[in-house]
């Protein structure tokens, strides 16, 4: 599969019941690809992975392979509390449909690198998928440094790209100063896909892209190409909203860009609550000042109707 490019990291729609709105989360793919994204990556951190029974994630995954409808992959994030319950997933979402896995460290155990290289081997071994490795030290404390990525990559021929969420664009060069060009690297930061892409990352799990597909692929392609004039017009505007997908609260802060936009709701599911008070109208206040001097040449358009329904 193709790892380069825009890939939404997408959130998980609830509706009253804060049941999983699967409608919704159809046409939400759907605009995302419309507006140039080159895959979809459901039930990670911003898709509320942890608060999903194993039922409810094979749905989602199967309501996003029926909504795009082989024009873009689907990849699965695979995380777990334990490392049998990773690879029971792991293949579940292969028979699923699913063409590639987001392999991420366990929940709450944070172990020395032995421990943690067993457990994503075996993830990566589990199916015949090609995986990306999570790397994001921040949220979950296991920081797999570039000579341990060059090891997975040496022994597993099927790990073909790597989510590097460290903040330090420093990391991209480390890696491809040992590897090359033998994985993807995708930026899972986006405050930090300028400094990325400059440096050789040609991917970007996105947050923000929820809500403004395409002025993320845009900026993606801007940079990539090298116009850096226009592209750094349209960071510098981007800049205050992508900074919201790096503080606690990023669910809950990018689905209040989503519902600003017109393109779902802030329910999120417990312990998370929905963001009030004084924060609420700071983050509205930054959403709006972004939207009225919205860049119409970037603009995400309407969904096109490219969809057998």
């Known amino acids: 599969m193709e790892w380069n490019g825009v890939l939404p990291a997408i959130t998980t729609c609830f509706d009253n019941d804060l049941e999983v709105d699967h409608g919704f989360m159809t046409e939400h793919c759907r605009w995302l690809v419309d507006n140039g994204c080159k895959g979809i990556v459901p039930l990670g951190s ?28 689907i990849v699965a994030s695979v995380s777990a509390l334990s490392t049998k319950d990773a690879i029971e997933f792991a293949r579940s979402a292969a028979e699923a449909g699913c063409e ?82 033998r994985l993807v690297i995708s930026v899972g930061v986006d405050d930090a896909i300028a400094e990325g892409v400059s440096v050789g990352a040609t991917g970007w799990i996105a947050g923000l892209v929820n809500a403004f597909p395409r002025e993320s ?46 393109m779902g709701n802030t329910r999120v599911r417990p312990p998370r609550l929905e963001t009030t008070g004084a924060a609420l109208e700071v983050s509205l206040a930054t959403i709006r000042a972004a939207l009225k001097n919205r860049p119409k040449e970037h603009q995400s358009t309407a969904r096109q109707a490219t969809y057998a329904d």
């Open 217 to 262: 692929v845009d900026l993606f392609n801007l940079i990539s190409k090298g116009e850096r004039k226009k592209a750094m017009e349209l960071y510098y505007w981007f800049l205050p909203l992508l900074r919201m997908d790096t503080v606690p609260e990023f669910v809950q802060l990018i689905k209040l860009a989503q519902k600003e936009v017109g």
């Open 100 to 181: 590639g896995l987001m392999v991420l460290p366990p929940y709450v155990y944070v172990g020395e690198w032995r421990e943690m290289k067993a457990h994503v081997s075996a993830v990566i071994r589990a199916t015949g998928l090609p995986c990306m490795l999570y790397n994001n030290p921040v949220a979950y404390g296991t920081d797999f440094l570039p000579e341990h990525i060059k090891e997975l990559a040496d022994e597993h021929p099927n790990l073909r790209a790597v989510k590097e969420s460290s903040t330090d664009a420093r990391r991209v060069t480390a890696i491809k100063a040992i590897l090359g060009d």
């Open 46 to 73: 911003l898709g509320e992975g942890a608060t999903l029974n194993g039922e409810e994630k094979i749905a989602i995954l199967r309501t996003c392979i029926g909504a795009v409808q082989n024009h873009v992959p």
